[in-house]
């Protein structure tokens, strides 16, 4: 009996010690563009992508409306507030990344900025593992939320001087 529950806390202590070591090999990702688009997924379902051929792994790119300048720092915004940390930053592309809390994985998130269209294509994509249990793709919807919302609050500082001055 004491042998089982020898095994048993061993098999439960184990993941607990293996995976922050895991995390902590986690490499650097070389992070760039591919023919000026942003690097396919992997075929793995811990990745997605706005410029994916592959259904399965495809998001929608995010959308702006006015000057391309204000949605690039729109975008930074939201990262930041996101907990991300941007790492490289070049005329219309951005790669930053994302660490989790626990066991300290690292994802890298990139964007690429096409101006006269309008839109700002992403890519995010775990580092380690095979699957990621839906994690990117719901920080790219995240996301998409707070780079709008970014937009309605940008819209209501721009006109608020103008309300000041009607009221006086």
């Known amino acids: 009996m004491k042998r089982i529950i020898f095994v048993l806390r061993a098999l439960l ?21 591919v023919d000026g688009k942003l690097q396919a997924c992997p075929g793995s379902p ?27 720092e729109r975008l930074k915004e939201a990262i930041r507030d996101m907990g991300g940390e941007i790492q490289k930053e070049r005329d219309s592309y951005l790669w930053s ?18 101006a006269t269209n309008g839109i700002i294509h992403v890519r995010s994509a775990s580092r ?26 940008t819209v209501g500082q721009q006109t608020h001087p103008a309300d000041v001055q009607q009221r006086r």
């Open 13 to 33: 202590i184990l993941p607990c010690v293996l995976l922050p070591l895991i995390s902590c090999t986690s490499k650097s990702t070389k992070a760039q563009l």
């Open 46 to 72: 811990n990745c997605v992508s706005s410029e994916s051929e592959d259904a399965s792994s495809r998001v929608a790119p995010l959308v702006f409306q006015g000057p391309p300048e204000i949605a690039w």
């Open 97 to 114: 990344t994302f660490t989790t809390r626990v066991f300290r994985f690292v994802d890298d998130v990139e964007f690429r900025m096409v």
């Open 128 to 153: 380690k593992g095979y699957s990621d249990f839906g994690v990117n793709r719901k920080r790219v919807e995240k996301f998409r939320v707070r780079f709008n919302r970014k937009k309605d609050q």
